[in-house]
């Protein structure tokens, strides 16, 4: 790889940031008094607060059946950025509680948007050997923001009045400027160019990408680059003569589980629990006893933890293969959340008097959230992303990313209900789903590690095409790949 491909990987990752500041200002956000009086809130518009956010991101990610292939790549989350500076600027001027519930609508429809293409970019760009530290990058990208926010959150919370609050929400402002001023420098997935018809602009960055030099009109076959390009080529084709419209799609039984697996990882991976631990970890803490202070620099904590969850583990992702990464991740959740559970019990049944089962629980907490962010959400835009064909690949991550807002409506809105009213049963909830879940995991999840984006559909038993087949074209003056059509 050189210097030019692995900024242009950092720059896709940054959009990572999208997600993990704008999600996690609620977990500071409601300790500051200001804040919950100035709109009046109480739980159940707290959950509707988070709950229109995620839904409106559900709504983001489902527009990338048709943005990415219809716009491509980088204009897409250029109009996400755009979106999103809308959004943050309603919640910022909030005068009143409706106002600042569409300003996170809009926000998270931006939200939405980015953090489901922008994996698609950085994976079309990366080679085969490197796409699971993009994954983890990602993932860094997620865990880093959401442990800036907290400690700006912790630093903003001495500031009197609301000013605190409207800063901690202008600050969304700048990954979206940031990333919106990038991606005009950056240059559009080969791939999408190929898929479109623009043959000699894709052969031309693919150059640019394998460290190629200057332009020039001649192209010789030999070079890595063009025999990459001849492949993408050809596993358009093939793709092509079976994905003319989603009916011929369903009907495939090797896409048929592709979906099925990226929807089933996003499913269960929301029934981790980390949402509540995450987004709620406040209200967790002064439910445990904890002072609103001490809860603040309790997230600040958790904010390191899931940081060095990712420094630790997410960069394996390509040396030990997805499989055994994401069945080790279960295993260690499983008995991390029995931890959570057993000591909040015990907790309960001493009159909530023995504060040294709430470090059992906070011990849980951060082991769940390292071991969290160490695997899943590096494995969750780096599988998706794999294991789909180039003209359908934007559409199963948006697939993915739709469930996994939906879920999170769900999860936001009761939360704050289920942890006053059930406590610790609510996250035995989460407990038994992941002990279905590793069991799903070892048994239908295939390992896509080191292979080429055109060579994974032979682990579903699709027939996969080889640069031999176009060899020899004359690829500048091509005509013969016609843009594509938008599945009808």
Avoid at 22 to 42: G, K, P
Avoid at 225 to 246: G, H, K, V
Avoid at 283 to 304: D, F, K, N, P
Wanted: net charge positive; glycine share 8%; charged share 10%.
């Amino acid at each position: 790889m050189i210097r030019y491909q692995v900024l242009c990987i950092l720059l896709a990752c940054f959009g990572a940031t999208f997600y993990g500041y704008d999600t996690s200002i609620t977990a500071s956000v409601l300790a500051y008094n200001s804040f919950i009086q100035y709109f009046e809130l109480n739980n159940d518009t707290i959950g509707a607060m988070n709950s229109a956010y995620q839904a409106a991101a559900a709504l983001g990610a489902l527009s990338n059946f048709y943005l990415p292939n219809r716009l491509g790549r980088l204009r897409t989350i250029i109009l996400g950025c755009t979106i999103s500076v809308i959004g943050v600027t309603l919640q910022t001027s909030a005068q009143n509680y409706p106002m600042f519930v569409v300003g996170r609508t809009i926000g998270g429809i931006a939200c939405g948007i980015v953090f489901s293409v922008c994996p698609v970019y950085a994976n079309e760009i990366s080679p085969a050997y490197f796409r699971g530290r993009v994954g983890a990058l990602y993932a860094l990208n997620i865990t880093a923001s959401f442990l800036i926010t907290q400690c700006v959150g912790l630093g903003l919370y001495f500031i009197k009045g609301n000013t605190s609050w409207r800063l901690l929400f202008a600050l969304q402002l700048i990954p979206a400027l940031s990333l919106a001023i990038f991606s005009i420098r950056m240059p559009e997935s080969p791939r999408f160019l190929a898929l479109v018809g623009r043959d000699k602009e894709a052969l031309e960055i693919l150059r640019q990408l394998h460290g190629g030099g200057k332009e020039t009109a001649e192209y010789n076959e030999s070079d890595s680059y063009y025999q990459e390009f001849l492949e993408i080529r050809a596993q358009i084709e093939e793709d092509r003569s079976y994905t003319r419209s989603w009916r011929t799609i369903i009907s495939k039984s090797s896409y048929l589980r592709r979906f099925a697996l990226i929807i089933g990882f996003f499913f269960f991976q929301q029934f981790t629990g980390i949402i509540p631990l995450a987004a709620y970890q406040v209200i967790i803490y002064q439910m445990l006893g904890v002072r609103a202070v001490t809860s603040l620099i309790l997230t600040v904590v958790y904010g390191i933890a899931t940081t060095l969850g990712v420094i630790t583990c997410g960069f394996w992702l390509d040396k030990v293969g997805r499989r055994p990464a994401l069945l080790a991740c279960y295993a260690g959740m499983i008995p991390s959340m029995g931890l959570i559970v057993g000591f909040w019990i015990g907790f309960e049944k001493s009159g909530n008097q023995n504060l040294g089962l709430v470090k059992g629980v906070l011990v849980g907490i951060y082991l769940v959230a390292f071991i969290f962010s160490g695997v899943m959400n590096a494995f969750g835009p780096t599988y998706a992303s794999e294991i789909m064909p180039t003209e359908i690949r934007a559409a199963g991550l948006a697939a993915g990313y739709f469930v996994f807002n939906a879920l999170a409506v769900l999860i936001s809105q009761i939360t704050p209900t289920a942890i006053a009213s059930i406590s610790w049963r609510y996250f035995l909830i989460f407990l038994i789903m992941d002990c279905i879940f590793i069991v799903i995991a070892y048994l239908f999840y295939p390992e896509t590690r080191n292979l080429a984006l055109e060579h994974i559909g032979k682990a579903f038993g699709d027939k996969v095409a080889t640069a031999q087949q176009l060899s020899g074209e004359s690829i500048v003056v091509s005509t013969s790949l016609q843009p594509s059509k938008l599945i009808d």
